[in-house]
């Protein structure tokens, strides 16, 4: 009797109740940190119109490189001139950098968001396709082997070269080099699955191949996408300020931090305030990505977590 | 040894013929006729026709793209109508500051990411490791041209150390090329080292809980002995393959390196090449990017051998 009771206890410190995942992600710092820097960030780009801002492409001759705190004045479209405090200064034109910095987070959120989507989606196509059609695998494989040779970067460039550049084709640029990477990982996750029992079972039923791949196989990869759908996201974030900062992203009336940082480069040694504001706000978005990408991971992914 | 060298190389060539079809796709993927495109806006209409003749554009796709492919194993890469000089030649006069900036980074991030990683490993949970993790999500998160203009403007302007941009020819006595490589490999390899660093962290740290690891301690070797020549050399595998991968994103990072520090490199080339919608130059860059990255990932693949005596090909 006695030895039995012990033996409960024992196996009830073994097995604790485990939190659902979605409830221990919220309990890591990583992912609350990073969460409540991206919510801000969101809010920030959601209301940018009553953050004390001007219209970021007004410019006015009168307040040319303003240093940040200093009262000028701008002009509106009808030709109305008002008062306004440059918080972070004015550029060479004369436009309020602090405004263009405020709706730079739109571009930047919404180039992140977007890019993941959109290559998760086609990956996740890709590679369920490759893990489940043999015949598909090997030339698929080999196209993915070769956009993986092209450096990223590099792709995107191109990519917006040839196309004219707007927020769709800077998107659709950045988001191509990283769909062979998210294939890869889709195609590995299947093939790991579909050798589970209840994937046997399933089969053994006669369950039609799709309901398979979407009922029984999609579901299970879904902790593993979102922690790449994170990494993609801050990577696109970057990859679009580079662009811009090359100019060659998105066009120079568009406010975006890289573009910001590229007019300020010429005048950095005078004026370093106007690349390092909209490096900081660039910086802190992409450091809250990732550190929700790496509690995410070590939370919702620990096999992978271990790997690095 | 020789077979596996010839099916090794063997099976680079899809992954180049995939590439040389993508770069040839992005002009044709371009609306508007490939040879305006290509000319340049200040063409006159018989140098388009010319080009016309010479891409083969009344011709089929697939033997339009038979033309270019039988080029570029000739090592012709096509000629530049914007600088007026071949592609292979412009590539070969921006070279040598691209492969310096290149060297110099990637021995720098070897030799601050491998030692402490290694030692993060050691102690991991104790004060380096916790430092590093946190370095190394700051290195992948802080935008390559900020770090540029951070150091910049520390140690160009305020400390006034180092030149804030340029770059001396190797060779030219006017001045220090290293000295002018300091700022820009320092920027580069700060992402370099975060990869390397994760990496080398979690693959030694995997190493020291083998069994052999507890044999070196109980047989009285000293700690400096157990991971230098037990643990490291057992991880050098998956170390050498992620400086190997990561030249992808060496490549990525000196387009913007040599952008923010005034370097004449291929970076440089490339980004001028696309401002100026020179097609030419922007695919014969690509190619030759892209050949880098894979026959440096090749000969990754083959140093396998020295690092592991149980890997025999």
């Keep these: ?308 | 040894m020789l077979s596996f060298l010839l099916k090794r190389i063997a099976a680079t060539l899809p992954v180049l013929a995939v590439v040389a079809v993508f770069v040839f796709m992005l002009l044709r993927l371009t609306p508007g006729d490939p040879a305006a495109i290509m000319a340049g806006d200040a063409a006159s209409t018989e140098q388009i026709a010319q080009i016309r003749a010479s891409l083969g554009l009344e011709r089929s796709i697939p033997a339009q793209f038979g033309i270019w492919v039988s080029n570029l194993l000739q090592g012709d890469l096509g000629e530049s109508f914007y600088y007026k000089s071949k592609v292979t030649t412009l590539i070969a006069q921006r070279l040598e500051p691209t492969m310096m900036l290149a060297l110099v980074t990637i021995i720098v991030a070897v030799c601050v990411a491998v030692p402490l990683g290694t030692l993060a490993a050691w102690r991991i949970g104790g004060w380096l490791d916790r430092a590093l993790m946190g370095f190394s999500v700051l290195g992948f998160s802080i935008p390559i041209f900020v770090l540029g203009y951070i150091l910049i403007y520390l140690l160009a302007m305020k400390a006034n150390l180092l030149p804030v941009q340029g770059y001396i020819k190797l060779g030219d006595p006017s001045g220090s090329t290293l000295k002018h490589l300091i700022l820009p490999a320092m920027t580069l390899s700060c992402i370099y080292i975060a990869l390397i660093a994760r990496v080398t962290r979690a693959t030694v740290s995997e190493v020291l809980t083998e069994d052999y690891i507890r044999t070196a301690r109980a047989k009285g070797l000293p700690e400096r002995v157990v991971l230098m020549r037990h643990a490291l050399k057992n991880a050098a595998v998956p170390i050498i393959t992620v400086i190997g991968i990561g030249v992808a994103l060496l490549i990525g990072g000196v387009v913007v390196t040599e952008s923010v520090y005034g370097i004449p490199g291929l970076g440089r080339l490339t980004v001028d090449a696309v401002l100026a919608r020179d097609f030419p130059t922007i695919q014969g860059v690509i190619m030759f990017f892209s050949f880098i990255y894979v026959v440096v990932n090749l000969l990754v693949d083959l140093s396998y051998v020295l690092f592991d005596p149980r890997i025999r090909y």
């Design chain 1, 1 to 308: 009797m006695a030895e039995d009771s012990a033996l409960s206890v024992e196996s009830a410190n073994l097995a604790p109740v485990q939190k659902p995942a979605w409830r221990r992600a919220l309990d890591a710092w990583a992912v609350r940190v990073g969460g409540v820097v991206l919510i801000v960030f969101t809010l920030i780009a959601l209301t940018a119109p009553w953050l004390g801002t001007v219209d970021p492409t007004l410019f006015d001759a009168a307040s040319r490189d303003l240093l940040p705190g200093k009262a000028g004045e701008i002009t509106t479209l009808e030709g109305e001139q008002l008062k306004h405090t440059f918080l972070m200064g004015s550029d060479s034109l004369g436009r309020d950098i602090y405004s263009r910095v405020i709706y730079g987070a739109r571009v930047s959120l919404i180039v992140g968001l977007s890019c993941a989507i959109l290559s998760l989606s086609i990956g996740i196509v890709l590679g369920l396709s490759s893990g489940y059609l043999r015949w598909l695998d090997g030339p698929l494989m080999r196209v993915m082997d070769g956009m993986m040779a092209i450096p990223g970067i590099l792709l995107a460039i191109a990519l917006v070269s040839a196309w004219k550049a707007s927020v769709l084709t800077v998107i659709v640029a950045i988001a191509i080099p990283e769909i062979p990477r998210v294939t890869r990982l889709v195609r590995s996750l299947v093939l790991t699955i579909r050798e589970e029992p209840y994937v046997e079972a399933a089969l053994s039923l006669g369950t039609p191949t799709i309901t398979l791949m979407f009922r029984h196989i999609l579901p299970n990869t879904v902790a593993p996408l979102i922690v790449q759908g994170t990494y993609i996201c801050a990577s696109a974030i970057l990859v679009e300020a580079i662009l811009s900062f090359l100019g060659v992203g998105l066009p120079s009336d568009v406010p975006t931090w890289g573009n910001i940082m590229a007019e300020g480069r010429a005048q950095f040694q005078q004026f370093p305030h106007n690349v390092f504001f909209p490096g900081i706000f660039l910086a802190l978005t992409v450091l809250a990505v990732n550190m929700l990408g790496d509690g995410l991971r070590d939370t919702l992914d620990p096999k992978m977590s271990k790997k690095v």
